[in-house]
C-alpha cells in the first residue's frame, strides 16, 4: 500500500498560485500501474476530481479547471505537483493526492486506492 | 462529462440495518463504477471497485452490484464503525466525477 503525503501552504492570496507537492512513499512513482492525481472537496461539500498525470507525462485535467492547473511529476523525488493559478474564494478546499491504480477485472478498470490526509487551502486577502 | 446522481442524500439507520445506497449515471459506464467511505476529517478510503469487486480489507458486509447506468452499495449489517459519508465515482471516462454522497447517520 503506497503512502501519499500533501505539502504546501495552508493560505493564499487571490489571484495568485496554489501549489501544492505529494510524496509518495512505499513504492516507486514509476510504477506502470498509476496515475497520480488531485482531488478536492470544499468545506463541506462533496468531491471534485482535477486531473492527473502518467509517469510519462501525459496528463488529464478536469475541463472545468484545465486553464489554471497544471500537474507535473518529479520521478527523482518521488513525488508529484499541483499549480493551480488565479485562485479565488472558490477555489478554497481540502486538496488531496491520490494515486490511481489501473488493473484488470472484466477489462481494465481504474479506482483510487491510496489518498494522502489532505490539505487545507484557504484563498483569501 | 458523465453526471452521477446518488439517493437518498442522507439517511438514519440504527446498529444491525440493512442499509442501500443507490448511484444513477447520466449514461451507460458498464462497471466503471466505484464507491468510497469517508468519515469525518478523513480522507476518502476505497469499499468498492468495478461495481462489485470488495477492496482487500474491507469487510464482507459491504457489496456492491449493479451495470449499466444504476449501481447499489449495500451494508447488510450496518456496524457503529459504518456511520460516515458515501461516495459513487465512475472511471468510464474523463473528466472523473462523483455523485453527491450520501450521509448515513445513526437513528
Known amino acids: 500500500q503506497l503512502q501519499l503525503q500533501e505539502s504546501g501552504p495552508g493560505q493564499v492570496k487571490p489571484s495568485q498560485t496554489l501549489s501544492l507537492t505529494c510524496v509518495v512513499s512505499g513504492g516507486s512513482i514509476s510504477n506502470g500501474g498509476y496515475s497520480w492525481t488531485w482531488i478536492r472537496q470544499p468545506p463541506g461539500q462533496g468531491l471534485e476530481w482535477i486531473g492527473y498525470?502518467?509517469?510519462?507525462?501525459?496528463?488529464y485535467y478536469n475541463p472545468s479547471l484545465k486553464s489554471r492547473v497544471t500537474i507535473s511529476v518529479d520521478s527523482s523525488k518521488n513525488q508529484f505537483s499541483l499549480k493551480l493559478r488565479s485562485v479565488t474564494a472558490a477555489d478554497t478546499a481540502v486538496y488531496y493526492c491520490?494515486?490511481?491504480?489501473?488493473?484488470?477485472?472484466?477489462?481494465?478498470?481504474?479506482?483510487?486506492?491510496?489518498w494522502g490526509q489532505g490539505t487545507l487551502v484557504t484563498v483569501s486577502p | 462529462d458523465i453526471q452521477m446522481t446518488q439517493s437518498p442524500s442522507s439517511l438514519s439507520a440504527s446498529v444491525g440495518d440493512r442499509v442501500s445506497i443507490t448511484c444513477r449515471t447520466s449514461q451507460s459506464i458498464g462497471k466503471h463504477l466505484n464507491w468510497y467511505q469517508q468519515k469525518l476529517g478523513k480522507a476518502p478510503k476505497i469499499l468498492i471497485y468495478a461495481a462489485s469487486s470488495l477492496q482487500s480489507g474491507v469487510p464482507s458486509r459491504f457489496s456492491g452490484s449493479g451495470s449499466g447506468t444504476e449501481f447499489t452499495l449495500t451494508i447488510s449489517s450496518l456496524q457503529p464503525e459504518d456511520f460516515a459519508s458515501y461516495y459513487c465515482q465512475q472511471s468510464h471516462s474523463v473528466p472523473r466525477t462523483f455523485g453527491q454522497g450520501t450521509k448515513v447517520e445513526i437513528k
Open positions: 498525470i502518467y509517469q510519462s507525462g501525459n496528463s
Open positions: 491520490a494515486s490511481q491504480r489501473s488493473t484488470m477485472v472484466r477489462g481494465v478498470t481504474y479506482y483510487f486506492d491510496s
